[in-house]
């Protein structure tokens, strides 16, 4: 065989049948799953921020191809504190065999910076991936935000503030932070009732997750901040939103269900798009939320607003 810088097209298959050896057939289409640890996207008066992108990649449409895939960008959840940015990587590499490019938000947690800081990052997150589309491969107008419980907060947070060219943490001016859905799950979105967080003993004090992402103080004393906090208190019909999918377990002893039913309620309330799902018997979290059939569901609302 001679040597030379062979394409793919013209190096010769090996078509040599041998005894007791059976082949495979291949189409090309197979995906695997291509992933980019700790790419930092800003740094923020000393801290450095990351993603974990997941590339769907195959034989037919790899690093070499011209490739516009949508993007989902998840924000894992952490109760506003230093997040495991690694803990779902398995799970929503599942999303990228569906055809997605998948970015996992490091934010400042509570103890660097409160509340809105989580969600001006994930605003950040978004400018730098659709700044570097060709790089990944991104199609920057099909781009959904989702977020895990404090997560899920956070990514509804970031589908509200709206204020690009208003924020001074912006570190894309001109690029839009703007996405076309929103994937909740299990989301930390309110502080509005006495027993949302059934096993957080030190609920709304100032040690608490939340009284910590509101800048350490006492919620019961600041109804004025629960309020700030709270995403369906800042609902109304007015309100720009994406499309929102809602999933929570009928069992979780973190963030109590009724969290996203006074979310549900407000954004149909409001007249806005949205979904929700229940997950019979789930905790907060765990394998019941990445079935198939839950990830069914995921890719034809995301879709769907594409």
């Known amino acids: 065989m001679e040597i030379k810088n062979w394409t793919y097209e013209e190096f010769p298959e090996f078509d040599e049948e041998i005894e007791g050896v059976e082949v495979i057939d291949t189409t090309g289409d197979e995906v695997g799953i291509f992933y980019m640890h700790d790419v930092e996207y800003a740094n923020m008066n000393g801290t450095p921020l990351h993603l974990q992108i997941l590339m769907p990649l ?10 516009s895939l949508p993007c989902f960008v998840f924000v894992q959840g952490s109760a506003w504190m230093k997040q495991y940015v690694y803990a779902e990587v398995a799970e929503i590499a599942k999303l990228a065999r569906r055809g997605y490019v998948c970015a996992i938000v490091e934010y400042r947690h509570s103890g660097i910076a409160p509340f809105p800081a989580q969600a001006i990052d994930t605003r950040n997150a978004i400018r730098f ?12 107008e099909r781009m959904a935000v989702a977020g895990s419980s404090s997560g899920g907060h956070t990514a509804l947070w970031a589908g509200l ?20 859905c929103i994937v909740n799950y299990y989301g930390s979105v309110s502080v509005m009732l006495e027993d949302g967080n059934p096993s957080t003993i030190n609920h ?4 608490s997750p939340e009284g910590m992402e509101m800048g350490g103080v006492n919620l019961r004393e600041h109804p004025e901040l629960c309020r700030e906090f709270s995403v369906e208190e800042n609902i109304t019909e007015d309100t720009d939103i994406a499309p929102v999918l809602i999933f929570h377990g009928t069992k979780d002893r973190t963030v109590n269900t009724r969290e996203s039913v006074l979310l549900y309620n407000a954004l149909k309330a409001a ?28 890719d034809d609302f995301m879709r769907k607003q594409f």
Request: glycine share 12%; charged share 30%.
């Open 58 to 67: 195959s034989r037919n449409c790899g690093f070499t191809s011209p490739r």
């Open 204 to 207: 709304h004090l100032p040690d």
């Open 129 to 140: 991936l659709r700044s570097n589309a060709k790089r990944f491969g991104i199609d920057p």
């Open 271 to 298: 007249g806005k798009d949205v979904t929700f799902y229940l997950v019979k018997g789930a905790d907060h979290g765990g394998a019941e939320f990445w079935t198939d059939k839950v990830i069914d569901i995921v």
């Open 161 to 180: 503030r709206h204020n690009d060219g208003e924020e001074t943490e912006n570190l894309f001016p001109g690029v839009s932070g703007e996405v076309k």
